[in-house]
């Protein structure tokens, strides 16, 4: 009898563990936007380098502020499984393109880290998450 109770005790703590973890799971499984500022900049820029990563990609480029100091930016998109049916590729940018990157968010520190809203490529064609990608606007 005294097993049965053990055993019966061991299931409820392993039952109470498990729901606590199904409910804090979705929580931890993504970061908030406390660190930046819900501001739109749009800077013409060269890239640098086009991270094709899980579970974000990156793009980073060199950006002129208005008294030609260059200042290189880093910034977050989508994951690749979601950005390619948007038209985005590993390939879509290579170091050196000209583009014109819109940021919907950037960092509250003032450090040059922001969050990709769209980028423009040279030939005017528009690389949107959202599903507005295609040439010109």
Known sequence: MKHAFHREEHMKQMFILCTVLALTAP????????STENKTVVMKATVVQWLWTNPHTFLKFDAKDDSGNVTQWTAEWNNP?????????AKTFKAGDEVTVTLDGVAKSGAPIGRIKEVMLANGTVMRYDGVAGTGR
Request: charged residues 0%; glycine residues 12%; neutral net charge.
């Open 27 to 34: 929580v931890a499984a993504h970061h908030g936007n406390a």
């Open 81 to 89: 499984s979601t950005l390619v049916n948007f038209g985005l590729t």
